[in-house]
């Protein structure tokens, strides 16, 4: 009697559980290698696993309200992503990596714009292999006690900051505080200003929020805060989108970063 009832059991349990949907998926590896984020993240790894578009991500596409509000690129990846992370604790160069995989796997690896040759003066239909994009690595070795913490001396005042390289997460704070500033003063749009406050962790050893935010405010030199955001651009890892352009008549013009126009997620729109 009880070998007869076990199976049946097993199969009402079988019967009960729900079966995921299955899709076929790939493994995309991030630029940071997952050294920037913190121990026990999912994202620690350095990959992650994506899933194909479906007919449902081209809802999410197309979708006005997440259009109108901004939220239509976040909404798509996290209808992708099959691992258990949220698309807002991405570094910025991650999210544009996986960006990037999403369209190869959502409509291919070509990818056709409009662009000026320069020998002719007319805008030509040109097509780059997405798949060939490089990934901008992190250097380890600049990092701070293995985490995203990274030091930078200005060279005309030699000022030692300390800074971390920017989140999803970090951007919405960004957007939400330069939102609040436009309330108060709705000529002013101190972005640059904003996201360096966001940016710098400490002042000569300084941590504190109100001596980082009144020395960008009062004390940042200009000749200081270039040199600062190009090398900050230039440790980020990320991915490269310049490639070289060819033309019909044989014209080659070479590391032109690529517009991400409405046609990279909807190749059959007008760009």
Do not use: C
């Amino acid at each position: 009697m009880e070998q007869t009832q076990q199976p049946q059991a097993q199969q009402q349990v079988q019967q009960q559980t729900p079966q995921k949907p299955q899709f076929p998926t790939e493994e995309v590896t991030l630029p940071s290698k997952g050294l920037l984020y913190p121990e026990g993240s999912p994202l620690r790894s350095g990959k992650l696993t994506m899933k194909y578009m479906t007919a449902r991500e081209e809802d999410i596409l197309t979708n006005q309200n997440y259009i109108k509000n901004g939220t239509v690129i976040d909404k798509l990846l996290q209808s992708l992503i099959m691992d258990d992370i949220k698309v807002e604790d991405l570094l910025i160069g991650d999210k544009n990596a996986i960006l990037v995989a999403a369209r190869i796997l959502g409509y291919g690896q070509d990818y056709s714009f409009n662009y000026l040759n320069p020998e002719t003066g007319v805008e030509e239909e040109v097509t780059v292999d997405l798949t060939e994009a490089n990934d901008k690595e992190l250097d380890a070795s600049l990092m701070i006690n293995g985490k995203n913490d990274f030091e930078f001396e200005l060279p005309i005042s030699k000022v030692l900051l300390t800074f971390k390289l920017l989140t999803q997460a970090d951007e919405k704070k960004i957007e939400s505080e330069l939102k609040g500033l436009k309330k108060i003063n709705k000529t002013a749009s101190p972005e640059l200003t904003t996201r360096l406050k966001h940016m710098i962790t400490s002042i000569n050893g300084d941590y504190t929020i109100k001596t980082i935010r009144e020395f960008v405010d009062n004390s940042f030199l200009a000749r200081d805060s270039r040199p600062f955001r190009e090398y900050a651009s230039k440790i980020m890892p990320d991915i490269s989108l310049e490639f070289n352009i060819n033309f019909e008549d044989g014209t080659t013009v070479e590391d032109v970063t690529i517009p991400i126009g409405v046609g990279f997620f909807w190749p059959d729109a007008s760009v």
